[in-house]
């Protein structure tokens, strides 16, 4: 009986698992351990585009110029919710230059953030009503201006109690809470426990409505060529914006060429074709000219995702040792027009022993902009409620609150009842206390406030968990070519984590070859095999074993050409910085020379991913630890330094991965102190739709910040033995930072942004 | 009317509202500065005029005849890179890349007017200039690196001559 070729597996993605039919890859190499000799990968090479990054050669989807394109831009609802009952298109199209226009029934079908494309009814300011093209973009916003639109204006609800209050406004027809009614997650007997409980504490934490605000807005080129249609997108998912656009316009997928070389960041909102995307393939056909649709700011604040703001009411209880014996959480979700279940509840079932769990999640449709997922969705906003909870308790308990967590460790995955394919978060406690100093900054801290002078010191922590195993589909090919270079292909993207320079390293390491000769090849959909989206920590995990398959295959044949060359057996060979040489001899050949000898003859390597392991959670772990300084007269924090201690298994590249979680901490860092979508309730219309009041981090912000991975190499979750990074450093930073200013004022802090108003209002109590 | 970039001469016709960062990118096709905001707040589109740092995005290009009009395409050239070129390379002080021709920018014209920077002068001069990746820290190593390495290099230069 022959094996199976095609089998079942789990993958988990964002917090949510799926199970995929995958087909098992003809080699399964056996792991790289902690102890496995290697000379490229876990080195701290440069990354591989760099020079083109410092130079302005990297071409962004703004920077694609094509011979007569066109550009487009959105008229926009100005009104929370309405309906449009005049839309007069008439002095727009008479301006000099303007070349067209794209209104609902050009769209027939399409959707955009949960709406149809254009919809004549406004369900969120800020949604596209139409679209203007010109010669120039500034040709095609002043042709926005001239359209004329007459809008009936409906009653809104933009914030949870309008949405949820009675007589509320229906946001949309189903009702304002999906299913109409809660989300519940439980184990255990959650009341009995909290019966039996020595301490209690409840608690309400409230966290923003946060926005992506990648530098390079939203953007799609498109340009048709007769039946064949190219796209230019800024996009973490060159194949779903490919599934996305022939769906939409109902086209094969081998018509639908979708390409991405660099883009400006993603950190969750640029997985799927939006409106850019369909505005600029269906302009571009009614055109017959390449059109250009790039997203402004006020746009891209207002019409491109965001986090969704919560608010959660948290009861542990403990026994007097510290032990969970119980953990509620009562969670309310604002939406926005549409979303999906990104779950802050998730964490309270993951992070911490405990028997007894229950959590409800409302999620509440609002009128305003959707919900999309933000580095860590839901993971986020719920650890920030959990482990501000747990310095609560520690604090009601008199127990250190690094203590508190090290009692309630998790030993496996409570909710799946199965094993992590490896933990070490102890060794994250343990080393990151160490390099922060936990105990003398603690001591520290406190003498500070013993003076009671304006500037008060606190340090605090918080730990996280993240689903980080990556998974299959995924697929590479590596060539030798006849000079003796090397080509990596995949149809992955590099969204600046450095995904070009790891596969390079897997490669070179598996192959054999100079890392100098190595180039990897991203982002073309029409001319790279499958790889999925960048998201959920997953391309290193997920496609870095594709990459080490397909060397190791171009390996094999290409010691098998040798051998003919060098009259040998394969297995008397060796490849080592692209030398072949035959074992226990001197006589050598270089990859250069095998490929003049052979000449145009193809040596190519196949290689895919392969099942995850079975009932086995993969995670990355990380103990986050912060130190603030608050003025008690200005209520201004200032965070001074960041120690972060991460297990995301084998590091590739130490650089690059430090690189990721320094800007992890930087992201969470603002999420804890500046950043809030603030809307205008009457109008529901945001306040602040642009980076000046949307307040990102500065380089003035940052604090020293120490962050590091404690040594492992987990050989479960698959043969490179690395698991993903991204994610898990925006975990845990805003409550370490909120607990610490907690420590430094010795009152509670349970809602963030901790804007001076907000940390003045906690110190008296209001 | 005549427009000096990067030592070049380009006569151009320029419209009254047309900004640099539009003729530079639209119509010179030099990409390299970007376009974030449109508003002058996220400093991605930062190139020096006459010697001194301008947001392009917020500068008429009508203004700037007979301005010398550096962008990222003149910082360097890539056999002979800048050394905050060179720094930003060797310390990783760069993700998605997006902001990275904004930033240098504002390196280089801090640089020219201040060749040994504190950290908080570093910290100062590249506050207008946004990265959403969080690459701070690097950057404001790789800028006092390139700084030192500049002050050697003209301390070997005047010793030579």
Redesign the interface.
């Known amino acids: 009986m022959t094996e199976k070729r095609f089998v079942s597996t789990k993958v988990e993605v964002e917090g949510r698992e799926e199970i995929k039919i995958v087909e098992l890859p003809d080699l399964e190499p056996s792991p790289w351990d902690i102890d496995a000799k290697l000379a490229i990968v876990g080195q701290r090479v440069v990354r591989s585009d760099a020079l083109e990054k410092v130079t302005g050669r990297a071409r962004y989807t703004a920077d694609v110029i094509r011979p007569a394109m066109l550009h487009a831009a959105f008229v926009r609802a100005r009104v929370a919710s309405g309906r449009v009952t005049r839309l007069d298109l008439t002095r727009a199209l008479s301006l000099p230059g303007v070349r067209g226009a794209l209104v609902a029934a050009d769209v027939d079908g399409i959707s955009h953030m949960g709406a149809p494309l254009f919809d004549t009814t406004i369900h969120w300011a800020g949604q596209p009503l139409a679209a203007l093209c010109a010669d120039t973009p500034e040709l095609a916003r002043e042709a926005c201006t001239l359209v004329d639109i007459d809008v009936e204006t409906l009653p809104h609800a933009v914030t949870l109690a309008a949405s949820l209050g009675e007589n509320a406004p229906l946001v949309r027809p189903g009702g304002n809470v999906p299913r109409r009614q809660p989300r519940i997650a439980q184990r255990g007997d959650v009341a009995a426990a909290l019966a039996s409980a020595d301490f209690i504490i409840t608690r309400e934490y409230k966290t923003p409505c946060a926005l992506h605000t990648p530098l390079e807005p939203h953007g799609s080129v498109a340009e048709w060529m007769g039946d064949d249609l190219t796209v230019w997108e800024s996009t973490q998912g060159i194949f779903q914006v490919r599934s996305d656009i022939a769906r939409a316009f109902t086209l094969p997928y081998n018509r639908v060429r979708v390409t991405k070389d660099y883009m400006g960041g993603g950190f969750g909102a640029k997985n799927y074709a939006a409106a850019n995307t369909f505005t600029a393939v269906a302009l571009a056909r009614k055109l017959g000219r390449p059109v250009r649709c790039i997203l402004d700011r006020e746009g891209e604040q207002t019409d491109a995702g965001n986090r969704a703001a919560s608010v959660q009411t948290v009861t542990l209880g403990a026994l007097r040792d510290g032990t969970l014996i119980g953990i509620r959480a009562d969670v309310k979700v604002a939406y926005g027009y549409s979303g999906w279940y990104a779950s802050p509840a998730k964490i309270f079932h993951e992070l911490y022993e405990c028997a007894n769990v229950n959590t409800s999640e409302t999620f509440v449709y609002l009128n305003t902009g959707a919900m999309d997922s933000f580095r860590a969705p839901g993971h986020v906003e719920g650890a920030f409620a959990l482990e501000c909870a747990m310095d609560a308790l520690a604090r009601e308990l008199g127990i250190d609150p690094l203590e508190l967590r090290r009692r309630n460790y998790a030993q496996r995955d409570q909710e799946k009842k199965r094993p992590y394919s490896a933990k070490h978060l102890d060794k994250c406690y343990e080393e990151g206390a160490e390099r922060f100093g936990w105990t003398h900054r603690r001591v520290g801290a406190a003498a500070s406030r013993a003076h009671a002078g304006r500037l008060r010191r606190g340090v605090g922590m918080a730990s996280q968990i993240w689903g980080a195993g990556g998974g299959p589909p995924a697929y590479a090919t590596v060539r030798i070519n006849p000079d003796g270079t090397v080509d990596v292909l995949t149809g992955a993207q590099d969204l600046g984590t450095g995904s070009r320079t790891i596969f390079a390293q897997i490669a070179a390491e598996a192959l054999g070859a100079r890392l100098a000769d190595v180039r990897t090849v991203l982002g073309d959909t029409e001319r790279l095999p499958y790889a999925g989206n960048s998201w959920g920590s997953i391309t290193t995990a997920s496609v870095g074993p594709a990459v080490r398959v397909a060397a190791l295959n171009a390996r094999s044949r290409v010691l098998e050409a040798a051998a003919e060359l060098l009259g040998t057996d394969a297995s008397t060979l060796d490849l080592r910085d692209s030398v072949v040489g035959i074992k226990g001899t001197e006589r050598t050949m270089t990859l250069a020379q095998v490929g003049r000898e052979l000449g145009d003859v193809m040596i190519m390597g196949q290689g895919s991913r392969g099942a995850n392991p079975q009932d086995t959670a993969i995670c990355a772990f990380a103990a986050q630890f912060a130190e603030v300084e608050v003025d008690v007269d200005t209520g201004r924090v200032r965070v001074l330094h960041i120690t972060s201690a991460h297990d995301s298994g084998r590091i590739i590249n130490p650089t690059l991965a430090e690189s990721q979680l320094e800007g992890g901490i930087i992201q969470g860092l603002g999420y804890a102190l500046f950043e809030e979508r603030v809307l205008d309730t009457a109008l529901g219309i945001s306040m602040n739709p642009n980076t000046h009041d949307y307040k990102i981090p500065t380089i003035g912000d940052i604090p020293t910040i120490d962050a590091f991975f404690v040594e492992s190499a987990d050989v479960v979750a698959n043969h490179t033995g690395a698991r993903g990074i991204a994610e898990a450093p925006i975990i845990p930073t805003a409550p370490a930072i909120a607990n610490a200013v907690a420590d430094a004022l010795g009152v509670d802090v349970t809602e963030i942004p901790l804007t001076p108003w907000r940390v003045l209002a906690a110190l008296n109590g209001v | 009317m005549r427009l000096r970039v990067n030592a070049e001469d380009h006569e151009l016709p320029i419209a009254g509202?047309?900004t640099l960062l539009?003729v530079l990118?639209?119509r010179l096709?030099?990409?390299?500065?970007?376009?974030?905001?449109?508003?002058g707040?996220?400093g991605?589109c930062t190139v020096l005029v006459g010697g001194r740092l301008a947001y392009s995005c917020l500068t008429l290009a009508a203004g700037c005849e007979g301005e010398d009009i550096t962008?990222?395409?003149g910082?360097?050239a890539?056999d002979a890179?800048h050394p905050l070129?060179q720094a930003?390379?060797?310390l990783?002080a760069?993700?998605?890349?997006?902001?990275?021709?904004g930033q240098?920018m504002a390196a280089s014209a801090l640089l020219t007017r201040n060749e040994s920077p504190t950290s908080e002068e570093?910290?100062?001069a590249?506050?207008?200039?946004?990265?959403?990746?969080?690459?701070?820290?690097?950057?404001?190593r790789a800028v006092t690196a390139a700084a030192a390495a500049m002050r050697e290099a003209g301390g070997a230069s005047a010793r030579q001559s």
Request: charged content about 20%; aromatic content about 6%.
């Open positions: 509202h047309e539009t990118r639209e096709q030099l990409t390299g500065a970007k376009l974030g905001c449109g508003r707040e996220c991605a962008t990222i395409e910082l360097g890539v890179l070129q930003f390379i060797a990783d760069l993700q998605c890349g997006f902001c990275t021709p240098l570093v910290r100062a590249m506050s207008g200039n946004l990265c959403r990746c969080g690459t701070y820290p690097k950057i404001e």
